[in-house]
């Protein structure tokens, strides 16, 4: 038996072989990202949501909070980022990333539950958000936008007509 010396590039190839799908080439040129659920992030439909409010803001100035806790109902899977968050009124308005919150990626066993804060301040009606509802997406998911009622008043503007609440990054919750 004859010894075979290794080189740099027979290793390189025999490794770029393997990496090779071996299911071939579609043809389709119009390839597309992966979708959450492929790419390993969590789709909203595999989360139960439930929301809440940890300190309502009782009248117009007072700074409110409204949790939203994500439980995984399927298989591992992982929030990155900040979910999108729209309050509805007569149009829908994006409420801002907290600039101060994290980005972190967060997985999720399944049974594991992760939560985001809306934090907002109490308008007085005028120049306020009417809110009734209110919804989530979580980032890079291809599902539609999950709802919810809004029952915690008005949302106050700021001086430059941006709406005056912020949305945390995701965080790890319960035990």
Request: hydrophobic share 40%.
């Amino acid at each position: 038996m004859r010894a075979v010396p290794i080189t740099v590039t027979t290793l390189a190839a025999a490794l770029l072989l393997t990496a090779c799908d071996s299911g071939g080439d579609s043809g389709n040129d119009d390839a597309k990202p992966p979708s959450a659920a492929a790419s390993g992030g969590c789709a909203a439909d595999g989360l139960d949501a439930q929301v809440g409010p940890v300190s309502e803001a009782p009248a117009a100035g007072d700074t409110g909070t409204v949790t939203v806790t994500l439980t995984n109902k399927g298989a591992e899977c992982t929030l990155k980022g900040f979910p999108v968050v729209r309050l509805h009124a007569d149009t829908a308005v994006d409420v801002p990333q907290d600039p101060s919150a994290p980005a972190q990626a967060l997985t999720l066993p399944e049974q594991g539950t992760a939560s985001f804060t809306i934090t907002y301040v109490r308008g007085d009606g005028g120049k306020s958000v009417a809110a009734k509802t209110a919804s989530y997406a979580l980032p890079n998911s291809a599902g539609a936008p999950v709802d919810f009622d809004w029952s915690y008043g008005d949302v106050a503007r700021k001086d430059d007509g941006a709406v005056d609440a912020t949305v945390s990054g995701f965080q790890q919750a319960g035990d």
